[in-house]
């Protein structure tokens, strides 16, 4: 019996400090992936805090 493996983002999590950033950046675009990024770093005290600033970068990148 095989299985189809853990998921990307779980994946991404793990490998993160290593070979997880270039496969990171590119799925970035996904706006519940940047909001996850957000929170896992360290400056990153609530998910509120996170949020705002997901959208008020988002906000300013839509216009280019």
């Known amino acids: 019996m095989g299985t189809l493996g853990l998921p990307k ?3 991404a ?4 400090d290593k ?3 270039v496969e990171v950046e590119l799925e ?3 706006r519940d992936l940047l909001l996850q990024l957000l929170l ?3 400056w990153t005290h609530s ?3 996170a949020e705002r600033l ?3 970068w988002l ?3 839509t216009r280019i």
Request: hydrophobic share 35%; net charge neutral; glycine share 0%.
């Open 13 to 16: 999590y793990a490998l993160r």
């Open 59 to 61: 906000c300013h990148t």
């Open 47 to 49: 998910k509120s805090q």
């Open 28 to 30: 970035a675009y996904d």
């Open 19 to 21: 070979v997880a950033p």
């Open 40 to 42: 896992m770093d360290p």
């Open 54 to 56: 997901l959208e008020n």
């Open 9 to 11: 983002r779980v994946v």
